[in-house]
């Protein structure tokens, strides 16, 4: 019995004919591209800038100054700066200043970097706001939606690492800086 409904249905689907139409149809995209016209760039609007380091004989390794844009008040162990346990007691380094430029409302993301740099008994380092070490900083920000610049500080540190090295004169650190578009 069930192979005769079977054969029943497969005769009644066979003479069912079914029709089918298909069109393809047109869609219009116009596109205005300025790919190449809105560069991202960055350019230094203030260098990083240290007062004159002072080095003494009772100046201790791990003797810090920071270019954070404040008064350096605090020495590296947690105490008031004073003429032994700092760099620059009370005095103040200058972050560098980012100008980026580019597409207003356009996230992009911004690296800083620099390999920790020993030179003559100072290290440079970049640093967070409280003057921890970094080597390399990411983030993503965006572009204020009224003009396509950003300005963003840079901070860093220099700290005494051996005394017995220390020499008279000007010390070249270096750090780079990237951006894109996300």
Wanted: glycine share 4%.
């Amino acid at each position: 019995m069930k192979h005769r409904i079977a054969n029943f249905m497969l005769t009644l689907l066979g003479l069912v004919t079914v029709q089918a139409q298909s069109e393809t149809y047109n869609v219009d995209v116009e596109v205005a591209s300025s790919v190449g016209q809105n560069l991202l760039t960055l350019a230094e609007t203030r260098p990083t800038s240290y007062p004159i380091i002072a080095v003494n004989d009772a100046t201790p390794n791990d003797a810090r100054c920071g270019a954070n844009n404040k008064p350096n008040d605090i020495a590296f162990d947690g105490n008031p700066v004073n003429n032994v346990n700092s760099l620059c007691p009370q005095l103040t380094g200058e972050t560098s200043i980012i100008q980026f430029t580019g597409v207003p409302n356009a996230t992009i993301n911004i690296t800083y970097s620099a390999p920790i740099q020993d030179k003559a008994g100072i290290r440079f380092s970049l640093a967070h706001t409280n003057l921890t070490t970094l080597t390399s900083f990411t983030y993503s920000t965006a572009f204020p939606s009224t003009e396509g610049i950003l300005y963003r500080n840079i901070f860093s540190k220099v700290e005494l690492y051996d005394k017995s090295l220390v020499i008279d004169g000007v010390l070249d650190f270096t750090y780079e800086v990237t951006a894109a578009y996300q």
